[in-house]
């Protein structure tokens, strides 16, 4: 006595159309799935690798020298 074979022997007799229409609709969902990953969207953040790589060091950061800001006083409110 086989737990497995008899299960095998029950799905592929009494349950055949059960079993393929669930098979169907498993593969209705990975297509659907892959479809899904594989869109292109008009507003996608991406960005293009080849893109980054063809900036340049002068173009990355510019560092602007400013005077240094007084603070504001801390005066109670209302006056």
Known sequence: YNNTAELGKVLYTDY???????????VLAIVAAIALTLRRRPNNKAIDPAQQIRVRR???????KMEAEKKAENRPAGE
Not at 58 to 64: A, G, I, N, Q, S
Request: glycine share 0%; no cysteine; aromatic share 12%.
């Open 58 to 64: 002068e173009d990355r950061v510019r560092l602007v």
């Open 16 to 26: 055949v159309y059960p079993f393929e229409i669930a098979a169907v609709v498993l």
